[in-house]
């Protein structure tokens, strides 16, 4: 080997840990896992300058199977532990990732705000619009006539939230949505994801092959926008209101201000550690 060779450029696979995923097979939560590491090594960032926090739920475990730092937190706080991750080292390429019900139940009010806030964080729903990991209840992303779940056998009655549209409204300044059936398409969304400053939301439709098997149809119906990413929230709004939820793409990016925490009081992460020290 000649030492003075450049490193091999990194690879999908380096950015994959040694955890063999214990998701059922068809799981959508793969093609996810395949799109952030091949977007990792496009991007060609180190390990080390990069971070996946998640929640709680079948998806949330991605953060296990990467290479790079993780934290498979507790259950709708993966925002709130990558805000803090963020506000500490803004050097970092922080990714954030888990269910429908992870960020949009018992975390959707970290969501909205997370949207409004903008820090540069980049944040993966994926939405297979139930609860896999507590064995299939409706979820915020769940159709009101859904009537599989054991819980709610005559269907929930509740309208579902539309993701992009709930970011948009918060404030977020780049939404789109990607497909575990394209994951190249998806791979190619988080990337510019990753480059966009500011808060990135990405639903990523994932299937659950084992509580919601008609999902394996969704290949039939998902399709690219036919329209170019908008700058402007009201065509942007019109346009996911008009969608039917199967449209993948970038729906809406702006240059909104980046929340940097301590602007302008930067007391350093030195005397914030002292105020904890026993
Ligand atoms: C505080 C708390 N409440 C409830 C649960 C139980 N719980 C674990 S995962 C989950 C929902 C998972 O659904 P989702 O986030 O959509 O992820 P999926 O499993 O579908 O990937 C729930 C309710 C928990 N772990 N912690
Ligand atoms: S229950 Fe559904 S979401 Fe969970 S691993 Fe199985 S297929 Fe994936």
Redesign the pocket.
């Given at each position: 080997m000649d030492p003075s060779a450049k490193p091999a450029a990194p690879t999908p696979k380096d950015f994959k840990s040694a955890l063999k995923p214990i998701w059922c097979p068809g799981c959508g939560?793969f093609a996810v896992l395949n799109a952030v590491t091949k977007a990792l090594a496009f991007m060609g960032l180190p390990r080390e300058d990069v971070a996946l926090i998640s929640?709680?739920?079948?998806?949330?475990r991605i953060a296990a199977y990467t290479s790079v730092y993780g934290f498979h937190g507790?259950?709708?706080r993966a925002l709130a532990l990558a805000s803090g991750l963020k506000a500490a080292r803004p050097d970092l390429t922080v990714l954030v990732a888990?269910?429908?019900?992870?960020?949009l139940?018992?975390g959707g009010n970290h969501f909205i705000h997370a949207c409004r806030r903008n820090m540069d964080l980049t944040y993966i729903i994926?939405d297979?619009e139930?609860?896999?990991?507590?064995k299939g209840?409706a979820?915020p992303t769940t159709a009101p006539d859904w009537t599989s779940s054991k819980l709610t056998p005559q269907g929930s009655g509740i309208r579902p939230f539309r993701p992009a549209g709930l970011a948009l409204t918060a404030g977020a300044s780049f939404i789109a949505r990607g497909f575990t059936g394209d994951p190249n398409g998806l791979a190619k969304i988080l990337v510019a994801a990753m480059q966009h400053k500011g808060f990135s939301f990405v639903q990523a439709l994932s299937p659950?092959p084992t509580f919601r098997p008609e999902q394996m149809q969704w290949k039939h119906h998902v399709r690219a926008f036919e329209c170019e990413t908008s700058s402007d929230p009201v065509e942007a709004a019109q346009r996911i209101q008009a969608d039917d939820g199967m449209s993948t793409g970038i729906i809406f990016r702006n240059e909104y201000p980046v929340f940097r925490p301590g602007t302008g009081v930067d007391r350093g992460m030195g005397s914030i550690e002292s105020e904890f020290a026993i």
């Amino acid at each position: 080997m000649d030492p003075s060779a450049k490193p091999a450029a990194p690879t999908p696979k380096d950015f994959k840990s040694a955890l063999k995923p214990i998701w059922c097979p068809g799981c959508g939560d793969f093609a996810v896992l395949n799109a952030v590491t091949k977007a990792l090594a496009f991007m060609g960032l180190p390990r080390e300058d990069v971070a996946l926090i998640s929640g709680i739920g079948c998806s949330s475990r991605i953060a296990a199977y990467t290479s790079v730092y993780g934290f498979h937190g507790v259950h709708g706080r993966a925002l709130a532990l990558a805000s803090g991750l963020k506000a500490a080292r803004p050097d970092l390429t922080v990714l954030v990732a888990g269910g429908d019900g992870d960020g949009l139940s018992i975390g959707g009010n970290h969501f909205i705000h997370a949207c409004r806030r903008n820090m540069d964080l980049t944040y993966i729903i994926m939405d297979n619009e139930v609860y896999g990991m507590t064995k299939g209840q409706a979820s915020p992303t769940t159709a009101p006539d859904w009537t599989s779940s054991k819980l709610t056998p005559q269907g929930s009655g509740i309208r579902p939230f539309r993701p992009a549209g709930l970011a948009l409204t918060a404030g977020a300044s780049f939404i789109a949505r990607g497909f575990t059936g394209d994951p190249n398409g998806l791979a190619k969304i988080l990337v510019a994801a990753m480059q966009h400053k500011g808060f990135s939301f990405v639903q990523a439709l994932s299937p659950c092959p084992t509580f919601r098997p008609e999902q394996m149809q969704w290949k039939h119906h998902v399709r690219a926008f036919e329209c170019e990413t908008s700058s402007d929230p009201v065509e942007a709004a019109q346009r996911i209101q008009a969608d039917d939820g199967m449209s993948t793409g970038i729906i809406f990016r702006n240059e909104y201000p980046v929340f940097r925490p301590g602007t302008g009081v930067d007391r350093g992460m030195g005397s914030i550690e002292s105020e904890f020290a026993i």
